[in-house]
């Protein structure tokens, strides 16, 4: 993984030095594409290349200049059009997954317009270079729609734009020329690209004013040497941060060489771009998998999400993943969180455990397990490290994804998991003085386990059926659902 970040970053970095003496020279042309230039009287020529998709491998080639390729490639302005643009580029080609969206779009939404933006002559330059002629490419978009506007009254709110890294903040320049009333309806933004737009004011970059409803996945946003691929601030109303957002499950070294062998010599690219291009997958995922779309959770940040306590849905505090997201304008960003899995379909079900420890008298740091029974699966044996020493009253809490939907939770197993070594100290503690042995029972006392599911909003507590939740090291033992949890019970204010 190291490696993998390290050779990225160095790409990056001397993409950026090359680029600094071209951007010394060109400055002063930049400052000419401004806003408002659709109103140049002279046709407009496009640099980019926007093809219809047919379907299969099959595109038909529009040119906003001659209206008639509209009609022959079978544009049809009463249905919904979605563009789909490409971000930076190494070798000059249309990547793979392109053709995987466009499918996965007409898969759902047969009807669909969808259009791809080839803008690769000029994404294939040095990073700076490619990043000054984004909003080239956003105005070539601008313009097309603007035609679509003027000659065949087409809805701007019809049009959902969907671009990767460079291409998120060219869908975002798109929506930033339109001078119109009219606003485009949504964009997506597939891990907008982080260099020369982290921290830039929101006419520099892609942001929720450029279209009626903005959303984000961040999926690589690790930071190394002050750069990261992936821009790490909010950009959207909603912004996605899957497994935190800095780098993906599945991504790291030792899926290189399944990719080596997978794809070839290809595979270590495939590598580099694995959790850049995981935002791209998670988009195609929510339209596959209809029955298994993403939740998540608005959080501060990451470290507060993986305590748990952030599985919310109330006020819009959660929303879906992807193409079925609930829109929802808020004023401001949005930061959601979840985790996934490392492969399609992607989902993982959210469950926050809230353990209270009561009368704790031995300090201890201890290694629980937990299996979880529902009515329809069981959960199989999940781990809990506690960081921390437990003493007193204390109430943990924590989060545990599984990727299967248990129904409704019934029983609930622990198991104190003690440290074979201590276990071996005891044992000849215990030789040495054998009549102290009820000083062998070190004793850890649950109280109430609540748990709480986040795709269900569900809470269910569970009391321990013997013992009052005395627990000995190495013991299971079996909580079920609390005698006072009846269906009409008033429900508590507090929030887990
Ligand atoms: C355009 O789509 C609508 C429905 O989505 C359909 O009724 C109409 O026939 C289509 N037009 C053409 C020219 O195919
Ligand atoms: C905890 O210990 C106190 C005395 O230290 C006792 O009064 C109380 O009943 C105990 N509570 C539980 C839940 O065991
Ligand atoms: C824990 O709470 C119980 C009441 O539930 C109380 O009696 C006891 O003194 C508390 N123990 C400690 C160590 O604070």
Known sequence: MFVVKVLWCLLLIYHLSEGKKIKGIRAGGVETEQRGVLREKEPHVSSSIFRLFLGGEDTCTLDPLQLHTLTSCGF???????????????????????????????????????????????????????????RTVGKDIAHLLQTLQEHYKYPLRNAHLIGYSLGAHISGFAGSFLTGQEKIGR??????????????????????????????????????????????????????????????????????????SQYG?????????????????LFIDSLLNKDKQSMAYRCSDNSAFDKGVCLDCRKNRCNTLGYDIKKVRTGTSKRLYLKTRSRMPYKLYHYQFRIQFVNQTEKVEPSLTISLT??????????????????????FTFLITLDRDLGELMLLNMRWEASPLWENVWDKVQTIIPWRTWERKRLLN???????????????????????????????????????????????????
């Not at 004011?201 to 992936?230: K, N, Q, W, Y």
């Not at 529902?374 to 109430?395: C, L, P, Q, R």
């Open 76 to 134: 049809n302005s009463s249905n919904p059009l979605i563009i789909i643009t490409h971000g930076w580029s190494v070798d000059g080609m249309m990547e793979s997954w392109v053709m995987r969206l466009a499918t996965a779009v007409r898969t759902n939404l047969i009807d669909a317009n969808v259009v791809l933006t080839d803008w690769l002559s000029l994404a294939q330059q040095h990073y700076p270079v490619a990043v000054q002629r984004t």
């Open 187 to 260: 964009i997506t933004g597939l891990d907008p690209a982080g260099p020369l737009f982290e921290g830039m004011s929101t006419t520099d970059r892609l942001s929720p004013d450029d279209a009626e409803f903005v959303d984000a996945i961040h999926t690589f946003t690790h930071e190394r040497m002050g750069l990261s691929v992936g821009i790490k601030q909010a950009v959207a109303h909603y912004d996605f941060y899957p497994n935190g957002g800095d780098f993906q499950p599945g991504c790291d070294l030792q899926n290189i060489y399944e990719h080596i």
């Open 265 to 281: 010599i290809l595979g270590f690219g495939q590598t580099v771009k694995c959790a850049h291009e995981r935002s791209v997958h």
């Open 374 to 395: 529902g009515t329809k699966e069981e959960s199989g044996a999940v781990d809990i490290t506690f960081n921390e020493k437990i003493s007193g009253n204390k109430t």
């Open 446 to 496: 649950v109280g109430k386990v609540s748990v709480k599911a986040g795709e269900t909003q569900k809470r269910t507590s569970f009391c321990s059926m013997t013992n009052e939740g005395q627990m000995e090291a190495s013991e299971d033992i079996v909580f079920v659902r609390c005698k006072e949890e009846r269906p009409k019970r008033p429900r508590r204010k507090d929030n887990l």
